[in-house]
Nanobody
């Protein structure tokens, strides 16, 4: 059973940056397309950015040009670099498989962007 642990969230002013990390247990990580999801209060969880094992990235329009995903397979870690943050980016951020059967969800990390 793969476990995911997200970290790096916090309170930041609009225009600021944060870097989130997600550490996964288990050797399956390196062959799995991973993604970052977010869930804002009162809204459904949404997938915002993905990265395949071969390095292909997809990103939703709302974060395009501001968010970047990367991974370090040796450390079983996927990162989310968030720049030019906006109040509407406020949410709990989670990582998980980009498609198919999901791993057990971690606790997420809270990102709050003040205006």
């Amino acid at each position: 059973q793969v476990q995911l642990v997200e970290s790096g969230g916090g309170l930041v002013q609009a225009g600021g940056s944060l870097r989130l990390s997600c550490v996964a247990s288990g050797s399956i990580f390196s062959s799995t397309a991973m993604g970052w999801y977010r869930q804002a209060p009162g809204k459904q969880r949404e997938l915002v950015i993905t990265l395949t094992s071969s390095g292909t990235t997809t990103v939703v329009d709302s974060v395009k040009g501001r968010f970047t995903i990367s991974r370090d397979n040796a450390k079983n870690t996927v990162y989310l670099q968030m720049n030019s943050l906006k109040p509407e980016d406020t949410a709990i951020y989670y990582c998980n498989r980009a498609a198919g059967l999901k791993f057990q969800w971690g606790q997420g990390t809270q990102v709050t962007v003040s205006s």
